[in-house]
């Protein structure tokens, strides 16, 4: 569900809001309400993807969303890639504020078990910390959520885990780094 508020208000993606019941105050039925603002698929970049399905896929492609997937990150390194990514985010106005929504499903199920959507082959508990480390340097980042972590998932101690991996993100992100 985290997703579809994006897709929802991305542009080039559904331009009837009123077609889904309890949106229609997002609507723009002509002149008597304004359309809601709308985010450009420029100004997101998906990091760390390895289970896409068709339509996913299919979409990034149409709209232009920057994406790197695992392999990039095998090919690259996580700190090219998220150079690439800051770069790209920022080129236009480096002041500009970011949004991150950390996935905790990006990180391999082995670090992170409890979470919804559990694919072998993500992101390493050091390179997790990073992607936070990295955004929280830039001083670009305003706002950020963490989602998909959900304790009833798995056992206690992958839980707990998870919780720990989760938290020690959300203070990479406000700032804390190594030294």
Known sequence: MHGMPVGILMKGMMEDHNSIPGLEWLGGDGESRKSPPRLSPKSIVYVGLRDVDAAERSIIRKLGIKAYTMHDIDHYGIGRIMDMTLKYLLKDDPNRPLHLSYDIDAVDPTQAPATGTTVRGGLTFREAHFVAEIVARSGALASAEMVELNP???????????????????????????I
């Open 152 to 178: 009833t998932l798995s056992d206690g101690k992958g839980a707990q885990e998870t919780v720990d991996l989760g938290l020690q993100i959300l203070t990479s992100l406000m700032g804390k780094s190594i």
